[in-house]
């Protein structure tokens, strides 16, 4: 099919768009956060209606995260930033960013307020790392709740709203936090240009790059480490920790996306662990 001269462009926008929401993160946070609510809640509105809100929810974090970034992006020169080469304005990012949050507030709140409410804290304390915390030691304390309160997200699909399993909330929190360091490695040289010194640059700067790779290491296996201590089935889970090693290695080594695939692919098998593994969300 031949393309006009609008289509064309259209098109350009559009793939502009969809790679200024993290699309691999958002993916795969809301993959992951679908089939605990499904696990939790096979029936109703939980697992109809979780991970498009939580997708939704991602995509106005990934599209804040690029429109408020865009500057330091641009002075870095990095090629991988739709705003920062011009193939779309910061306008239409930021546009998409307040329609996609009130569209993932809207449809939580269809599930219920409890759910609304946690959905909303989670966003927002990732909007106020993209806002206030990026550039700062404090950034990765802020990805405490923003990580840590998805079992929450999921439980709240219950009937009473019930909390969510120590073991579930710290293991959600640390993975969060580790694969944020793991997806700051490779940007460290981008980072130093623009002045990043977030908690991941000034670990880095201080005690040198192993030192930074030995903490992916140790919060990227932490959660399997939990669910181990917690599973019922140890030997299942046992192989579920072997399965998270390599590729918690490949999180604290890999270039350009490969760390973040590499987190998303220990989250999967600690999701595996929690459904079959004897595992509790609450």
Do not use: E
């Not at 990934?62 to 429109?67: F, I, K, L, R």
């Not at 579920?240 to 918690?248: F, N, S, V, W």
């Amino acid at each position: 099919m031949v393309q006009t001269g609008r289509t064309a462009p259209a098109l350009i926008r559009a793939r502009a768009l969809i790679m200024a929401g993290h699309p691999i993160a958002v993916t795969g946070i809301s993959a992951l956060t679908g089939a605990l609510a499904a696990q939790a809640a096979p029936h109703g509105f939980g697992p109809v209606l979780t991970a498009p809100a939580m997708l939704a929810g991602q995509l106005s974090v990934g599209w804040s995260n690029d429109a408020s970034g865009a500057p330091r992006d641009a002075a870095a020169g990095r090629t991988d930033k739709p705003i920062a080469t011009g193939a779309i304005s910061a306008r239409a990012v930021w546009i998409a960013a307040f329609a996609a949050l009130l569209a993932a507030l809207a449809m939580s709140l269809a599930i219920g307020v409890a759910t609304a409410i946690v959905l909303a804290v989670i966003v927002g304390a990732n909007w106020t790392y993209n806002l206030v915390l990026k550039s700062t030691p404090a950034d990765g304390l802020i990805l405490v709740p923003a990580f840590g309160l998805i079992p929450a997200y999921a439980a709240s699909t219950l009937p009473g709203h019930p909390a969510p399993t120590w073991y579930a909330t710290a293991g959600a929190a640390l993975l969060g936090v580790g694969g944020h360091f793991a997806t700051v490695l490779p940007d460290l040289t981008a980072d130093r240009v623009t002045g990043v010194k977030g908690m991941a640059q000034q670990i880095t700067a201080r005690w040198g790059i192993t030192a930074a790779r030995g903490v992916v290491l140790v919060l990227v296996l932490s959660p399997s480490v939990l669910l181990l201590l917690a599973s019922s089935r140890p030997w299942f889970a046992l192989g579920g920790l072997a399965a998270a090693i390599p590729l918690a290695v490949i999180a604290t080594r890999g270039r350009g996306k490969v760390p973040l695939w590499a987190v998303i692919g220990v989250g999967a098998v600690d999701t595996v662990i929690f459904a079959v593994g004897g595992c509790s969300l609450t």
